[in-house]
């Protein structure tokens, strides 16, 4: 079998059209692919090493994404733990792992990470091991513009903004990053969020807005973890203040998601 053919029967394995797969290469369901959780130290490097080198830049803004919204697609791993695709969002995993320890627990409780496992070992069959790499990095889901816009909303929530021209320094610019999650380029994702230059404006409008309530959420988890620790006798004079704060705090978003719903329910109705 000549080694293209065997790369396309690799692919559509790695998709899931099992009827493009010649006989010799079929899997049998008893040893199909799994979808289960590792702890991000059981994943090891590929036996080959990488094939490109990691982009510092956009293992960043993959960090981003993931303490954002999560992680959107699982790494991928052979039968003995060592990685066939998603470097650079394994390395944003460590990342956010070492930068923001309690985003890491939030969005991977007990240190469990989305794996699926390919049912080969990549030290004895390394050509399909470039074949699953070659297929994921072709693999790019074609988000709808109703998605992009659920998941821009999201990023707001978590202080992305929409900006024109260069950030200033702690300001987390909107476009770029989604169009890293989505893997669209950043006109495109423009197109779909704004339409024209009347709709952008209308949008960034809303953005102190949602950039103060993520502030909000942020200092109230922080008061809460504050509040769970081992405090000394100076600290626990300040605990009666900080619950006071932490109640006001509240009670301000609530009354935001309240109004958030109002608006929501009315737009339905118009």
Do not use: C
């Not at 300001?171 to 969020?193: C, D, N, Y």
């Amino acid at each position: 079998m000549s080694s293209k053919r065997k790369s396309l029967n690799e692919r559509a394995f790695v998709f899931g059209d099992r009827h493009s797969i010649s006989p010799e290469l079929q899997i049998q369901p008893s040893v199909d692919t799994s979808n289960t959780k590792l702890q991000i130290d059981q994943i090891h490097d590929r036996h080959l090493g990488n094939t490109r080198e990691l982009d510092a830049k956009h293992v960043a803004e993959l960090a981003d994404s993931i303490a954002a919204l999560g992680l959107i697609e699982p790494l991928v791993v052979d039968s003995q733990n060592r990685l066939l695709a998603g470097s650079h969002r394994r390395a944003a995993i460590l990342y956010l792992r070492e930068t923001e320890p309690d985003t890491y627990a939030e969005r991977f409780p007990a240190g469990q990470i989305p794996v699926q496992i390919m049912p080969f070992n990549s030290e004895l069959e390394p050509d399909r091991a470039l074949a699953v790499e070659a297929a994921e990095n072709e693999k790019r889901r074609d988000y709808t513009p109703t998605e992009i816009k659920a998941i821009a909303e999201k990023l707001r929530s978590a202080g992305y903004e929409d900006l024109k021209g260069r950030p200033k320094k702690g300001q987390k610019p909107l476009i770029p990053a989604l169009s890293v999650v989505v893997g669209k380029s950043m006109r495109t994702v423009q197109r779909h969020l704004y339409g024209d230059s009347e709709t952008a404006s209308k949008k960034s409008t809303t953005d102190d807005a949602l950039f103060k309530k993520r502030l909000l959420q942020q200092v109230l988890s922080k008061l809460q973890t504050w509040k769970a620790m081992e405090l000394n006798s100076e600290e626990e004079k300040l605990v009666p203040q900080m619950e006071k704060l932490s109640l006001v705090i509240e009670e301000h978003l609530a009354k935001s998601r309240q109004a958030e719903s109002q608006l929501t329910k009315a737009h339905k109705r118009d």
